[in-house]
Structure formats: C-alpha cells, structure tokens
T-cell receptor
C-alpha cells in the first residue's frame, strides 16, 4: 500500500534562516506531488505541484521554492524565512483524482 | 481563482444529532471529495464522488455530487464525540490538468456530550 512521509512534524525557526521540509511517497511510481499551506483555522492553499522529476509549478508568488530531485521526493525550501511563512505545511500525492496527505509540519517563524 | 463556498463555517451540536454541511461553486467540478482533519494532523479522505447525482455512503456518512456539478453535501448521522474536527470539501475543476484540487474553507464541528 502507498504511504506518505513528511518531516519534521514541528519546527521553530528564526526569521532569516533557511528552510527545508521533505516529503517522500512509498508504494507508487510517478505520483503527482503537492505542497499546501494551512493558516490557523483556515482552508488549504496550494503552493506547488509537480507532475514529474524536476517539474515544478508554482501557484502563488511567495518566499518559498520547491524541488523534486527524485520521483517520490518533494522538498519545500526557503533561503530566508519571514514571519508570514509560519503555518501548517502539508504534502500530498494524488491517485487519479483523490489526494492523500502527510501528517503535516507545524512551522513557527520567530 | 476558483473558490468553493463551504457552509456552515462552524457547528455546535449535541451528541446523537445529525449534521449537514455543503459546498457550492460557480464552477463545474469533475470530482468532489470530502476530508476530515483532526488537530495537528493531515486531512483524511472520507468520501469521493465522481459522477453528477452520485450518492455515496461510508458508515454514518453520506455525500452527494450535485446534479449541476457545482455543489455537494455531506451528512453525518447520529454524531459521536470522535466526529469532532474540521471537515473540508474539495473539488477537481473541469478541464484542469495535474489533478489540482480546490478546497473549501472548512466546517469546524464541535459536539457537546
């Protein structure tokens, strides 16, 4: 069966520091991969998606970037974090039209 | 961009009551999905709907894909404490590639024992 792993679960970072969140999927090949951000008590905002290695599409202009160095690996990065980057970040993969989510990373920028 | 209007935003009910929530949009969707999110965790898929008019059940949960393809509802019967959480609708827009899903803003369900 397919599983999705996302880490770390929580992260506290100072303003201006770099960020790297990692997501891996097991049990499938060539998945579509996604990064979402969720502000407290709000819905999910799509940040990036990828249909293949090295193929990244950005949905909203922001301080973040994404990379897909391997088929089942999706990385969310920033060179310098802003306070507004705080939030709950979710990685997801899709099978046909159904999306399956990781456990999320709670990022607090201080 | 496209939006899903999900209502109500929050619900406070007694244990045992039935719950109903819905999502509407001005856009046509190919697929409707309903998710539940517990605090500090990722959303978990509850029900997936693929055809207009489709009515699907999963235990005490029932969801329907609207005939116009612009709306969907989720009903929960005989609520129990573990139903507490945030429920999200999500839809795949007609004609969109890469299976991009649009999410509603969520319905926060609170149950009084």
């Amino acid at each position: 069966s397919q599983t999705i792993h996302q880490w770390p679960a929580t992260l506290v970072q100072p303003v201006g520091s770099p960020l790297s969140l990692e997501c891996t999927v097991e049990g499938t090949s060539n998945p579509n991969l996604y990064w979402y951000r969720q502000a407290a008590g709000r819905g999910l905002q799509l940040l990036f998606y990828s249909v293949g290695i090295g193929q990244i599409s950005s949905e909203v202009p922001q301080n973040l970037s994404a990379s897909r160095p391997q088929d089942r690996q999706f990385i969310l990065s920033s060179k310098k974090l802003l306070l507004s980057d705080s939030g709950f970040y979710l990685c997801a993969w899709t099978h046909h039209t159904e999306a399956f989510f990781g456990q999320g990373t709670r990022l607090t920028v201080v | 961009g496209q939006q899903l209007n999900q209502s109500p935003q929050s619900m406070f009910i007694q244990e045992g009551e039935d719950v109903s929530m819905n999502c509407t949009s001005s856009s046509i969707f190919n697929t409707w999905l309903w998710y539940k999110q517990d605090p500090g965790e990722g959303p978990v898929l509850l029900i997936a709907l693929y055809k207009a008019g489709e009515l699907t059940s999963n235990g005490r949960l029932t969801a329907q894909f609207g005939i116009t393809r612009k709306d969907s509802f989720l009903n929960i019967s005989a609520s129990i404490p573990s139903d507490v959480g945030i429920y999200f609708c999500a839809g795949q827009l007609s004609g969109q590639g890469a299976q991009k899903l649009v999410f509603g803003q969520g319905t926060r369900l609170t149950i009084n024992p």
